[in-house]
């Protein structure tokens, strides 16, 4: 079958310029050169594709979904809006699609109250490797359902409190408290919870956004020099008109208690769309600066809650303080496992809490090896500690990682693929079922 004729061959791109524009993705890191872009206005058109390649073994050939390519999650947020409701569960970043945070879990400060955004899908329509298109939900065609979920309100203003720990333990701790509180009926439960490290890279702010006023950088910085680590608890209550008078009632109760540091408290208010966007002002700030297209050789990790002071003491005061590369934010923070609907293809530790861990690293063009160096070290430490780390957007590169990584779960996400992609076409450049 020749393709042009194809009703989607005017969708079709072999120019340079669409293939290299495709060929790689935000890290900077990997590249894959496509030998053509799809650009479909219908999910018609993708299913053509598809078929065409499940059909027809003369023209086989493997299909990958372009990141940021169609409706991002920003969309979601300002429809809704319209109407004053929310989604009650985000990533940290909106300028992502749909589609791309629903295939790997998504996370952030939320997850801990309301589960991943995997968690909060009631129905989606779905095209599967042989070309179906099909609507799934629990109820409906749920094995797909399942199998495709991380397969690879009425709010006004958010209080936003910020405080800073020495001590690894009690900032952990502190910060298990608090998620344990999560569905109780006092209202002393929060909206979000993120922790963070800082460390000596000047302002205690970072890409990001930025939080603390410049009078209490001197202070904070020292702190830093003195302890070489500081631990930061972010948490997040949101109000309303309705509630606003109470609100300050309510964060004093919920930070009673901890075991933060005298004096270092930070507090401030925002609108609840800034709250959501605020990552997007630090991107848009690089980018002018010509700093935001350069290597991002990022590592995320789950790590059992039994084992997160092993890794605090082996990686965060070992191997990174050693290695002293650390550009970019360091995010720790708990969730809790009952959050997550086990049937998903979702792989976490086998644990009822256990921490995200996230290194955002950013790099020059010519020295990410550094950095993919030690996050190498990290995952050789884990492995030496017998601590069970868990890749979140994981990249491995042969099976036996692959089938290491799934776990329990290997089986049945082998039997999903089986089923609804048979011929193997569908995100060939992962390799989790070959090494090609």
Request: overall charge neutral; some cysteine; glycine content about 8%.
């Given at each position: 079958?020749?393709?042009?004729?194809?009703?989607?061959?005017?969708?079709?791109?072999?120019?340079?310029?669409?293939?290299?524009?495709?060929?790689?993705?935000?890290?900077?890191?990997?590249?894959?050169?496509?030998?053509?872009?799809?650009?479909?206005?219908?999910?018609?058109?993708?299913?053509?594709?598809?078929?065409?390649?499940?059909?027809?073994?003369?023209?086989?050939?493997?299909?990958?979904?372009?990141?940021?390519?169609?409706?991002?999650?920003?969309?979601?947020?300002?429809?809704?809006?319209?109407?004053?409701?929310?989604?009650?569960?985000?990533?940290?970043?909106?300028?992502?699609?749909?589609?791309?945070?629903?295939?790997?879990?998504?996370?952030?400060?939320?997850?801990?109250?309301?589960?991943?955004?995997?968690?909060?899908?009631?129905?989606?329509?779905?095209?599967?490797?042989?070309?179906?298109?099909?609507?799934?939900?629990?109820?409906?065609?749920?094995?797909?359902?399942?199998?495709?979920?991380?397969?690879?309100?009425?709010?006004g203003i958010v209080?936003?409190?910020?405080v800073i720990y020495?001590?690894?333990?009690?900032?952990?701790?502190?910060?298990?408290?608090?998620?344990?509180?999560?569905?109780?009926?006092?209202?002393?439960?929060?909206?979000?919870?993120?922790?963070?490290?800082?460390?000596?890279?000047?302002?205690?702010?970072?890409?990001?956004?930025?939080?603390?006023?410049?009078?209490?950088?001197?202070?904070?910085?020292?702190?830093?020099?003195?302890?070489?680590?500081?631990?930061?608890?972010?948490?997040?209550?949101?109000?309303?008109?309705?509630?606003?008078?109470?609100?300050?009632?309510?964060?004093?109760?919920?930070?009673?208690?901890?075991?933060?540091?005298?004096?270092?408290?930070?507090?401030?208010?925002?609108?609840?769309?800034?709250?959501?966007?605020?990552?997007?002002?630090?991107?848009?700030?690089?980018?002018?600066?010509?700093?935001?297209?350069?290597?991002?050789?990022?590592?995320?990790?789950?790590?059992?809650?039994?084992?997160?002071?092993?890794?605090?003491?082996?990686?965060?005061?070992?191997?990174?303080?050693?290695?002293?590369?650390?550009?970019?934010?360091?995010?720790?923070?708990?969730?809790?496992?009952?959050?997550?609907?086990?049937?998903?293809?979702?792989?976490?530790?086998?644990?009822?809490?256990?921490?995200?861990?996230?290194?955002?690293?950013?790099?020059?063009?010519?020295?990410?090896?550094?950095?993919?160096?030690?996050?190498?070290?990290?995952?050789?430490?884990?492995?030496?500690?017998?601590?069970?780390?868990?890749?979140?957007?994981?990249?491995?590169?042969?099976?036996?990682?692959?089938?290491?990584?799934?776990?329990?779960k290997r089986k049945?996400?082998?039997?999903?693929?089986?089923?609804?992609?048979?011929?193997?076409?569908?995100?060939?450049?992962?390799?989790?079922?070959?090494?090609?």
């Amino acid at each position: 079958m020749d393709i042009k004729a194809l009703d989607i061959s005017a969708k079709l791109s072999v120019d340079a310029s669409a293939t290299e524009a495709a060929s790689q993705d935000f890290g900077h890191i990997v590249k894959a050169v496509p030998k053509a872009v799809l650009h479909p206005s219908t999910p018609q058109g993708i299913a053509a594709l598809i078929k065409l390649s499940y059909y027809y073994s003369s023209v086989r050939f493997g299909i990958a979904a372009k990141g940021q390519g169609h409706s991002l999650w920003i969309d979601v947020l300002n429809k809704t809006l319209e109407h004053g409701l929310a989604p009650v569960s985000w990533a940290d970043y909106l300028y992502l699609t749909v589609g791309g945070t629903l295939s790997n879990a998504g996370i952030s400060g939320q997850t801990f109250r309301y589960g991943p955004q995997i968690s909060n899908v009631l129905e989606m329509d779905v095209i599967t490797g042989k070309a179906d298109l099909m609507t799934c939900s629990p109820m409906k065609n749920s094995e797909l359902f399942y199998a495709v979920l991380r397969g690879l309100g009425q709010f006004g203003i958010v209080n936003w409190i910020r405080v800073i720990y020495s001590d690894f333990s009690s900032f952990t701790g502190d910060q298990e408290l608090l998620i344990s509180r999560n569905g109780r009926k006092d209202n002393n439960a929060l909206d979000y919870l993120e922790g963070s490290l800082l460390m000596d890279q000047g302002s205690p702010d970072n890409w990001r956004f930025s939080f603390f006023q410049h009078l209490d950088h001197p202070r904070i910085i020292s702190l830093i020099t003195e302890h070489r680590i500081i631990y930061c608890l972010e948490v997040v209550k949101h109000y309303n008109d309705q509630t606003k008078n109470s609100v300050d009632k309510v964060m004093k109760q919920i930070l009673q208690g901890l075991s933060y540091m005298p004096g270092f408290m930070f507090q401030k208010e925002a609108g609840y769309e800034e709250f959501l966007t605020r990552v997007r002002s630090g991107e848009l700030k690089l980018e002018s600066q010509g700093l935001w297209e350069v290597p991002h050789p990022w590592l995320n990790l789950f790590i059992p809650k039994s084992q997160i002071l092993d890794f605090n003491d082996g990686v965060f005061r070992g191997i990174v303080l050693e290695q002293n590369i650390t550009t970019g934010p360091v995010l720790v923070y708990p969730m809790n496992r009952q959050k997550w609907d086990k049937r998903m293809s979702a792989v976490i530790p086998d644990e009822e809490i256990f921490y995200t861990v996230g290194f955002l690293h950013s790099s020059g063009l010519n020295d990410w090896g550094a950095f993919e160096y030690q996050n190498k070290e990290i995952m050789r430490f884990c492995k030496k500690a017998g601590i069970m780390a868990k890749q979140y957007l994981p990249h491995y590169s042969t099976i036996d990682e692959w089938v290491h990584h799934f776990g329990s779960k290997r089986k049945i996400f082998q039997q999903r693929k089986l089923q609804f992609d048979p011929r193997m076409l569908l995100s060939p450049g992962q390799n989790i079922f070959n090494n090609n």
